[in-house]
């Protein structure tokens, strides 16, 4: 290994760091959120105390001092509730809430680049004093004990207490891979918290070191035997190596009478001769997982996508060349059809990512939208373990994000007008995840002042987005509050009322082919319920054809198809067509003009009643329907670039591209043509 | 005889460059640790191997003028032989 591909390793293996700290930072909050519901669970502050251990483990790995320093006094002052000095109490979990998101800034500091970063100093001062006059040690500030504790650089001395009642000796045995390096960490930091612990004894085996022409730099040889004489308990010991992942193996015995001489086994002796307990490194409750990186299941799911256009390939040629369904080849590839359908499932279930992930990020949102806007509230996560298709919830956080500021800014009272209106100070903000009919449905629940249509419609008048008197429903006029520029709020806050973030969350929404719908009663709150698909990689569709070439509709889109009549279409003028649909009419649009192909619309026989979300209802005429199918979705824009009336394409088994149709697109292109004839007419 | 000045961070990042330096020692390993604050677990290792390698080839291993978080880094690591090769200990 030459010194840049060791710099590339570090690079990488900084980023694990940091993906480590995410989720230690994702823990941190749920097991704090937990906290809240019950202050005694002493399991609770243990998990949150080894979260902050490990960041600061790795931080001091990598020497981001700030980082070691905060974690340290945060962690210093978790050892008092652990320990049973301190009690939790609703003003700890406020301060320890406060300490995660300065964690997370931290970090989010660090993994941009940054080398330094200073902690508000509220915040220090809050933990400080928990640690009372601990803190101010004669002769050495606090934070310069702190940064001695952690590096090394000349640490306290450890006290001994000779014949002391409780004490006790433990013999541990001690080895790491390489990956234990690799991953960031040091068998110094492992050392350094042992001799925290009380009086150590270090004795390295170095007989499997080879000599310098030899040696791998990465491959660790050694094995440490450490005598620890320690106040404190097993469980002390093994919390050390709970940070540690699996790449350490560590051998703790429990030497009860007079210390002896324990001569030090090579690793494969220890876990073969003995039947002490071996921790490996974070015994995790869950089952064992593997770190993979994302770009290869991304990989994975690209090829299984050309697996899956090879396969209709396949197909393609045996219809072309008459194969029977039922004769062996056809068996065959059937089956095989059932193995690639299933092995697409799993490497996409791979990528779903749990909306814990997100939910979690929204607690902080919370606490600061309440803390800004002077209100009490109440957050309740449900469903957190939804799993949703990575692509998908990166672009569902700040859609999210922007409603629950609304939520809270628009949406809850304050706590006196609550208190007027007969309800609890605390108003009650439900983010809940579910999956139905296929599709993962999101919902922000708020038991606030309810969305008023009277308001809303005057506003929207107001603002010109709709003509006076205009006949609208209550869901119509709900969905007002997503055009551009819609505000009914008279003053602009800190947190929203701008104006430009309800039509800008639709935008994001639609982009990953969301749907929302909304549900208020005045005086009792809002429910905005999004409707997400499980992944965007794959989409369930119909193939047809117009004009000799082929396009898909999304299935969702297609409420119904029926055997187009010719004769029942009806001219309106300027070209455009109408035709009776139960009792009703519905606008014609005729794909081939849509789609700018030569017309020939004697051929057209087919009838698809398509819908929006606002479930709107138009009629695509096309040719005729060649089958329904799971097409694998390819960007455009990636591969060619954008075009208006489709969302993306789809390599069929012939090797033919075949575009999807933008429904959405559809249906603002005929409004336009509704209004350039109001237009002309007028 | 060349003196190896030690970086004041003997870290897993310096690990590759020093084992690439002390390669480079056609015999003796003689080190200056006056500068060193921390040393970590790979390179105390090529400390190790170095301390090894001399003794197999009957030459030198030395540190000289030693920093105290030098000594105290090597002692947390069960060290001590390499301080007792140059009677520091």
Known sequence: MNTEDFTEDMDAIRLIFFD?????????????????????????????????????????????????????????????????????????????????DALSDIVASFKNGASTYGVAPEITADLKRYLG????????????????????????????????????????????????????????????????????????????????????????????????????????????????????????????????????PSAPDVEEKTDLPVRKGTERKDSATVRVDIQRIDKLVDLIGELVINHGAIQSQMRRNKVP?????????????????????????MRAYPIKTVFQKLGRVVRETARLTGKQVRLVLEGEDTEVDRSILEKLSDPLTHMVRNAIDHGIESPEVRIQEGKAPEG????????????????????GTGLDPDKIYGKAVEKKIIEKDQKLDREEIYSLIFEPGFSTVAEVTDVSGRGVGMDVVKQSLQQINGRIFINSAKGRGTIFSISLPFTLSVIEGIIFKSEGQDFVIPINNVSETIIFDNKKAFHIGDGKYGYPYRDSYLSVIYASDLLGLPSCKKNQKICFVIENENEEKMALIVDKIIDQSRFVVKNLEDNYRKIDCFSTATILGDGNVAFILDVEFLFGELLKKRENSLEESV | MSILMLPEILDTGYAVPFSERLKKEERDFVFDGSQVGRVGGLCFQLLVSAYRTARMQGSRFEIRNISDAMKENLRLMGGDFLLEAQGDA
């Open chain 1, 133 to 264: 006059s601990d803190v101010s040690e004669p002769e050495s500030t606090s934070e310069n004990v702190e940064m001695e504790d952690i590096f090394g650089m000349s640490f306290a001395p450890v006290k001994i207490e000779i014949d002391g009642p409780s004490e006790r000796q433990f013999s541990i045995v001690l080895t790491v891979s390489s990956e234990f390096y690799e991953r960031g960490d040091d068998v110094r930091n492992i050392l350094m918290a042992l001799g925290g612990l009380g009086q150590v004894n270090v004795q390295v085996d170095s007989d499997a070191v080879p000599f310098l022409s030899d040696i791998s730099v990465c491959q660790s040889y050694l094995t440490w035997q450490i005598l620890l004489t320690t106040e404190k308990s097993r469980e002390s010991i093994d919390e050390i190596f709970d940070w540690c992942a699996d790449d350490l193996r560590a051998v703790v015995t429990s030497v009860p009478e007079e210390p002896k001489q324990i001569t030090v």
């Open chain 1, 20 to 100: 480590e700290c995410d989720e230690q930072l994702t823990l941190l909050e749920e097991e704090l959120t937990a906290l809240e519901e019950e202050p005694g669970n002493g399991e609770k502050i243990n998990t949150i105390f080894r979260c902050v251990h490990s960041i600061k483990g790795g931080a001091a790995a990598f020497g981001m001092e700030d980082l070691v320093r905060f974690s340290h006094l945060f962690e210093s002052v978790l050892d008092r509730f652990r320990s049973g000095e301190l009690s939790v109490n609703a003003e700890s979990i406020k301060i320890f809430l406060k300490c995660k």
């Open chain 1, 325 to 349: 369904g039922d004769s062996f080849l056809g068996t065959v590839v059937t089956a095989q059809e059932q193995l690639i359908h299933e092995l697409q499932e799993n490497v996409i279930t």
């Open chain 1, 428 to 447: 009650l903000l439900r983010l809940r995840a579910f999956q139905r009919s296929g599709r993962i449905i999101v919902e922000i629940q708020d038991d």
